[in-house]
């Protein structure tokens, strides 16, 4: 059975997807960290980087990127780099994540291990005198370089340009079609670049950047290329402009041809892709400020992917990568647990377990280890483990015990209960997403996650303290007074 998560950047909604492989299914949602004074986030591009099990991902509105511990999905670093961050990149070997900046027109480069940023790259002034503006990036572990591909040069062509990874000086260029992208694999010596503006896939000498052949491939775009452990004997690319029409293209890494008849996709924008860790299943984002759809294909033993279904994420999806799981770098999941949709009754073991409830009214038992519970659909009835638990509870009213050790609490939407247990505890508040009831409430110990600190307000009632936001009501406390919140907002209540 395929392993492992695909994260989806979710551009428009500030959020990142994680989806469970096996399933095809969404495990959860994770919004990006805005403190009081940052702009809405904007996730553009996410990397996994494996030797420290953190996730990458760029936030354009905020120039910086935000790494998250992949155990539990916590922030567990955020590093300014240049104005507009666009594409990124993080090498395999654990050192460095390159970032192209395009208001600046600068490259950051960050070290992994030190979260710092060692060198800022400025774009060529020959490349900025004719209108170039730096876009994608890809590291090459083997020859220590990067490839930069620079877009909006005048006229029909644009420019690749290649850096030494060590003095982070120019090495060499070329010229290509206009609009492009940069991918490769471990299977050969090229560098494979879709151009959307020249309708096809230029293939270089990834030493010598001359060309080894050109593929047509109309509006060719998203590129999926890995250079880690794994072989990949195929290279896939999409038609962005063709609205699903042939939207998917597979290119023998062998041979650099075509293989077979393009894939239509059941959306339009299919942007960009990631192949399952164990390369068996294919993920494509469709983006647009209103898209929330990823697709999902299985890959046959030639290499050619076939539509079975769609995972619905935030909005406007748009980067996405590959996670393998793996227990030994303190993976969350471990065991997955799936439910039907009826009223199933899920029970974790003491290790870290995954409970998907999906639809219908279930009842799930954490028990011992790390666990994300996600009620789905139906009024739930969910129970926290004695270790630090993720706990979704979805649509409907749900009724959530939460059993200490630094539990993270979304009821979703409706109406739901939520009792804590002894210790520390995190409760998300949205706008929109019904009243909740919190019993248990711990100052010191509980806090609350809101999309702002402005616009806060408290008050009594007969069953606690009643919190609102921009007139709105998101969660009754019972036995506290509105006093306590408004002496100790700024403790109780984080972004």
Do not use: C
Request: hydrophobic share 40%; aromatic share 8%; charged share 20%.
């Amino acid at each position: 059975m395929s392993t492992g998560e695909i994260v989806v950047a979710n551009r428009q909604s500030g959020t990142l997807s994680v989806i469970d492989v096996a399933t095809d299914v969404e495990l959860f949602e994770i919004a990006l960290p805005q403190a009081e004074g940052d702009a809405a986030p904007e996730p553009m591009y996410v990397s996994y980087l494996s030797e420290t099990n953190e996730v990458v991902v760029g936030d354009r509105a905020n120039d910086r990127l935000v790494f998250f511990d992949r155990s539990d999905y916590s922030v567990s670093s955020l590093v300014s780099v240049g104005q507009g961050v666009f594409h990124s990149w993080a090498d395999p070997d654990g050192e460095q994540v390159w970032v192209a900046n395009d208001i600046d027109n600068t490259i950051s480069v960050v070290d992994i291990q030190s979260k710092q940023v060692i060198e800022t790259i400025p774009l060529a002034a020959d490349l900025i005198a004719l209108g170039g503006k730096v876009h994608d990036v890809f590291l090459d572990p083997v020859t220590q370089h990067a490839y930069v591909s620079i877009l909006n040069i005048e006229g029909d062509e644009d420019v690749i340009v290649k850096y030494s990874r060590e003095t982070f000086a120019e090495v060499d260029r070329a010229l290509v079609g206009d609009g492009p992208h940069i991918s490769a694999t471990s299977t050969n010596d090229v560098l494979y670049v879709p151009t959307e503006g020249g309708d096809q896939v230029v293939v270089l000498d990834r030493a010598t950047l001359d060309v080894v052949t050109e593929l047509t491939v109309p509006g060719a775009h998203g590129a999926v290329g890995a250079f880690d452990s794994r072989t990949y004997d195929y290279f896939y690319t999409t038609n962005l402009p063709g609205g699903g029409a042939g939207g998917l293209y597979t290119i023998d890494t062998a041979t650099n041809e075509i293989l077979g008849e393009p894939i239509d996709t059941p959306f339009p924008v299919p942007h960009n892709i990631a192949l399952s860790p164990e390369s068996d299943k294919l993920y494509v984002t469709h983006s647009g400020a209103t898209a929330n759809q990823v697709s999902v294909y299985e890959v046959d033993d030639n290499g050619i992917p076939s539509l079975t279904g769609a995972v619905e994420v935030g909005f406007n999806p748009f980067g996405l990568a590959s996670v393998a799981l793996s227990t030994d770098t303190g993976g969350l999941i471990q065991n997955i647990r799936l439910g039907t949709d009826g009223a199933d009754v899920l029970a974790g073991s003491h290790e870290n377990d995954n409970l998907l409830g999906l639809a219908g009214n279930d009842i799930l038992y954490g028990n011992g280890g790390r666990d994300a519970l996600s009620g789905g659909k139906g009024d739930d009835l969910i129970y926290g483990g004695s270790q630090q638990d993720r706990i979704w509870g979805g649509e409907g009213d749900d009724t959530i015990f939460a059993n200490g050790g630094g539990d993270w609490i979304d009821g979703g939407l409706g109406s739901d209960t939520i009792w804590l247990g002894a210790g520390a505890a995190t409760i998300v508040l949205k706008s929109g997403e019904g009243v909740d009831s919190i019993k248990n409430f711990q100052l010191g110990s509980t806090q609350f996650k809101v999309s702002s600190l402005s616009g806060l307000s408290f008050a009594d009632s007969a069953d606690g303290a009643r919190i609102s936001q921009g007139g709105e009501l998101l969660a009754v406390v019972s036995w506290q007074t509105a006093a306590t919140f408004d002496a100790n907002s700024s403790e109780i209540f984080v972004v």
